[in-house]
């Protein structure tokens, strides 16, 4: 991996966290299980049904990501290959990379920012759209992500030969980069070219009608961003940040608070919380059952306390289906992200969060439970 990727520091997860995650924290990797960016994925796949959306984002920021790293080693390749401009000052290019900072602070909602981080994204894509017009002749001519991906303007996804869809960033991935190129400068990553595919890509998979994972934006969006890329011939991130918006807008309002409400106040999926349902009438009926039919039959107490059994399944498992919680599951540190499959609690206000709503959902489960084993068995026999 290139130093420049190396340099760029992952985010860390707030662990003092006294409240519930919001959105913006959850895509910024600043969360861990079960309210990490993972489980959001999953929960837009197979509940909300609207990971094309997130997708959407992610591809975006990705794009952002990309566009940083390439001016970032630009900067650093021409301070190499020219020292005596970071003396002299006299280029305008020079200048604009030298204002632009580390840009090592991760993608986001354009809304989300401070006011030094949209300065700084305000200079790069004024940078970016100076060098496109300028013909690219400050790119780095050398790009491994370019001669190895072939992206396509269809902007059609590669597979690998199980047709799998390829991880995010795979052209940053490679470990066999070279370190230096003969010259001395910094062996490149990005190029220019990747940045214009990156864009035409985002703009065929997800914008343009009946492309392959077409999401729904205001038309005028839509008409500005193709504009923007198929005639102003632009590549740079604000093409994308009223679209960025909208689609961060629109989750946070339609999915995150069922996201929340699942993963924060519940361990459960839907396919599991069916299961208990079934199973918990299934055992209150067999319950009832056979309570009644001791009682018309005036069976002894200690038959009687068989009945115990049906009545803590069926109670136990409607309680976990009307609250969304497994209480033992839940107080053992373990949340279902697919249909039994399970992860640990890792977030440490969620954890505390799902032990106190646990032991509720037990106390009334154990409450609602002997009272009926109770009346069942101590209620006088009376023969038909």
């Not at 790119?139 to 190895?148: A, F, I």
């Not at 339609?254 to 409400?261: E, H, Q």
């Not at 399944?313 to 399970?342: H, K, N, R």
Request: proline share 6%.
């Amino acid at each position: 991996m290139s130093k420049s990727l190396m340099d760029t520091p992952s985010p860390q997860p707030d662990l003092n966290r006294n409240r519930l995650p919001t959105l913006f924290e959850v895509l910024s990797r600043h969360t861990l299980a079960p309210v990490d960016l993972f489980s959001f994925y999953i929960y837009m796949r197979d509940q909300q049904r609207s990971v094309d959306y997130l997708d959407f984002w992610l591809d975006v920021s990705q794009h952002m990501s990309l566009c940083r790293h390439y001016v970032r080693e630009l900067r650093r390749s021409v301070l190499v290959e020219t020292p005596e401009l970071e003396k002299q000052g006299s280029k305008r290019s020079s200048y604009v990379l030298d204002h632009m900072g580390e840009m090592n602070e991760p993608s986001g909602p354009s809304n989300g920012f401070n006011g030094n981080e949209k300065s700084k994204d305000a200079h790069l894509s004024a940078y970016l759209r100076q060098d496109n017009a300028n013909g690219g002749h400050h790119s780095p001519h050398s790009s491994l992500g370019s001669q190895k991906s072939g992206l396509r303007a269809s902007g059609d996804r590669t597979h690998n030969g199980h047709g799998e869809r390829p991880p995010r960033a795979s052209f940053m991935s490679n470990g066999n980069m070279p370190g230096r190129t003969n010259s001395g400068s910094p062996a490149h990553t990005v190029a220019r070219a990747d940045i214009r595919a990156s864009a035409e890509k985002i703009l065929y998979t997800f914008l343009l009608p009946g492309s392959e994972r077409e999401i729904i934006l205001p038309q005028a969006i839509l008409n500005d961003i193709t504009t923007s890329i198929e005639e102003e011939g632009r590549d740079d991130p604000e093409v994308f940040d009223a679209a960025k918006d909208y689609t961060f807008q629109a989750m946070e309002r339609d999915a995150f608070p069922g996201f929340l409400r699942a993963k924060a106040l519940g361990n459960l999926v839907p396919p599991s919380s069916f299961l208990r349902l079934c199973l918990g009438l299934l055992g209150m009926f067999g319950g009832f059952w056979a309570g009644f039919a001791c009682i018309f039959l005036e069976k002894p107490k200690h038959i009687r306390c068989w009945l115990i059994l049906p009545f803590t399944i069926g109670v136990y498992a409607l309680s976990s289906q009307q609250y969304g919680i497994d209480p033992v599951l839940a107080l053992a540190g373990l949340s279902e992200y697919t249909f039994m499959s399970w992860s640990r609690i890792r977030e440490p206000y969620i954890r505390q969060l799902m032990n106190k709503r646990a032991l509720m959902v037990l106390f009334s489960t154990i409450l609602i439970g002997v009272s009926l084993i109770v009346l069942f068995i101590f209620v006088p026999g009376t023969r038909l």
